[in-house]
């Protein structure tokens, strides 16, 4: 009771402090990623903590299960050298006997991994998804800010709009820079209002003037006008595309069995199992001599996870293009690598050592002393 106690207790402190680092750099990881896209109009940036929130949610199967890699291996290296392990193997401790306090304290994280895996991944790339949508069909109008210059959808136009206090449809201080046709153009107008006809929507300006000129050529064309109309895009709708397999639930990827609705769900699945297999090869790899330092472990630790983790982004891929099929895929990688940790497991727990057979030494030839051998 005291062996499992005092292993849970130390593993607990570890998995903590290593997971809210790894949320820490994902987070600013994600933040600026989420910057950089509201910058360029993909997101809203009213939204934008909102989509950190669903991106990071989505990655946390992999922060989970680096962050109980890691415990777990720092856990036990420590161990090693600080003399601990020696003190449980002379009780009559094996290495192997390590598994049972390890897998009882990692037996809820599996299960969040594995659900987080299945259930939460796709819904929080459907909310992300959704969030996009939502605004890139909005109108170039409703994507301005007051006092921000906004570039259209299509990139042809500039707009420039302070609302106004009258209403969220009313505005002053117009400003529109287009290039279109091969043509120039500089619209600004002291009010302007938007008006919906049929499937486009237009912003009717008034009280302005317009300066137009052909590219390339000096001619400039000045005109004042009491209105002006100019179309700025289609009506708000949402069309229905077909989703992408990420998108699908879990039980949609079964009952649909295409080449990358199995790829994804061999991805998902690959999470699962890749965690599971994490904690024998935490017990398996983590050996410190205390004599040396504690730095080429852990690179080949991290070396191992990295590894690991592509092989499974790529399985998803093969099996898209039909390289592989999906059961051979999950046998292959997940089963492999189940049976090398448990076997290097089995190695070090019996202290197996591979030898060379030796050479055989012939004795040499005896020495006469006065005709006698001696």
């Not at 290495?95 to 929080?124: D, E």
């Not at 500039?158 to 201080?173: C, K, M, P, T, Y």
């Not at 179309?231 to 069995?257: F, M, V």
């Amino acid at each position: 009771m005291l062996f499992q106690s005092s292993i849970r207790r130390e593993l607990a402190r570890s998995f903590g402090a290593t997971l809210v680092v790894l949320i820490t750099i994902v987070m600013t990881i994600v933040l600026i990623r989420t910057l950089g896209q509201a910058s360029r109009g993909f997101i809203n940036p009213q939204d934008v903590m909102l989509f950190m929130a669903f991106s990071a949610l989505g990655r946390l199967p992999t922060i989970l299960t680096l962050s109980l890699f890691i415990a777990m291996v720092s856990t036990l290296s420590r161990m090693y050298r600080d003399s601990e392990m020696v003190v449980w193997f002379t009780s009559g401790q094996g290495l192997a006997g390590f598994l049972v306090p390890l897998f009882r304290f990692a037996w809820p994280v599996l299960i969040v991994i594995s659900l987080m895996a299945l259930f939460v991944w796709p819904w929080t790339n459907q909310q992300t998804k959704d969030m996009q949508s939502r605004y890139e069909q909005r109108g170039d109008l409703d994507r301005i800010a007051p006092g921000q210059f906004q570039e259209s959808s299509n990139g042809n136009r500039v707009f420039f709009i302070d609302r106004d206090l009258a209403g969220e449809q009313a505005s002053n201080n117009v400003f529109i820079a287009a290039t279109e046709n091969g043509k120039s153009s500089l619209t600004t107008a002291r009010s302007g209002h938007i008006t919906t006809k049929g499937d486009a929507q237009f912003l009717i300006l008034e009280n302005g003037q317009r300066l137009e000129n052909v590219i390339g050529q000096s001619a400039l064309k000045i005109s004042d006008f009491e209105e002006y109309g100019t179309k700025t895009g289609a009506a708000n709708s949402l069309t229905e595309s077909a989703p992408e397999a990420k998108l699908l639930s879990t039980r949609a990827l079964i009952s649909t069995p295409t080449p990358g609705n199995l790829g994804e769900l061999a991805w998902r699945l690959g999470l699962a199992l890749a965690a599971i297999n994490f904690v024998i090869l935490a017990l398996a790899l983590a050996s410190v001599n205390p004599r040396g330092g504690r730095s080429g472990n852990m690179i080949f630790i991290l070396l191992t996870f990295v590894v690991y983790n592509n092989l499974i982004n790529l399985g998803q891929s093969w099996i898209f293009v039909g390289l592989i099929s999906f059961s051979n895929f999950l046998l292959t990688l997940h089963g492999v690598v189940l049976l090398l940790g448990l076997g290097w497991l089995a190695k070090r727990h019996t202290n197996w050592v591979l030898r060379l057979t030796p050479r055989v030494r012939h004795a040499p030839p005896a020495v006469r002393v006065n005709g006698n051998r001696p």
